[in-house]
């Protein structure tokens, strides 16, 4: 499973765990996706990439209450000093964590290479979530998924980040 990637006499295997959102699947809070052209050219071109939604893992349906973390930022929910809560105020942080943990366990198994996470999500985003004002305002942070993979030393990049991985001719640049 994944895409051999031959650099300097050495094979790789190369599996992407990607967002499922961003791969065209309608998953987010309000039934769409946020299809991103770069991530799915890669797809496209036989990288192999394992979609995930970690909120749909955590048992959350589509579409749902726009969610935010409340208090603090991914680290801050883990440590029990922050929650994930919906606009009306329900409680989803245990939701979050489940997700996450259901993903982190699929993840270890297969030896994922890297995973490309949107932004601004309450799980995903790995630099910049939204505040929990639910106004669009962005602070930085990491979501939920995001800093327990960074935790546990996984590679992390955005959507915005994508130009930055390259796998022409077996090379594996900003990797």
Not at 23 to 42: F, H, Q, S, T, W
Not at 44 to 72: D, H, K, T, Y
Not at 133 to 143: A, I, L
């Amino acid at each position: 499973m994944g895409a051999l990637i031959f650099n300097k006499g050495v094979v790789f295997r190369l599996l992407l765990a990607v967002s499922a959102c961003l791969l065209g699947i309608p998953c987010r809070y309000d039934g769409r996706a946020k299809v991103n052209d770069e991530v799915l050219n890669l797809f496209l071109s036989g990288v192999e990439v394992l979609p995930f939604c970690p909120e749909c893992w955590g048992g959350l349906g589509v579409p749902r209450e726009p969610a935010e973390i409340v208090g603090g930022t991914g680290k801050e929910v883990w440590e029990g000093k922050a929650k994930v809560l919906t606009k009306s105020g329900k409680d989803l942080t245990s939701q979050f964590k489940l997700g996450a943990k259901r993903v982190l366990e699929v993840c270890e198994k297969l030896s994922v290479s890297l995973f490309v996470l949107k932004e601004k999500s309450p799980s995903c985003g790995i630099s910049l979530i939204y505040d929990g004002s639910f106004t669009g305002r962005v602070k930085h942070g990491m979501g939920v998924l995001a800093y327990i993979l960074k935790e546990k030393g996984y590679k992390l990049k955005n959507e915005l980040e994508i130009n930055n991985i390259c796998f022409k001719k077996g090379d594996i640049n900003g990797y």
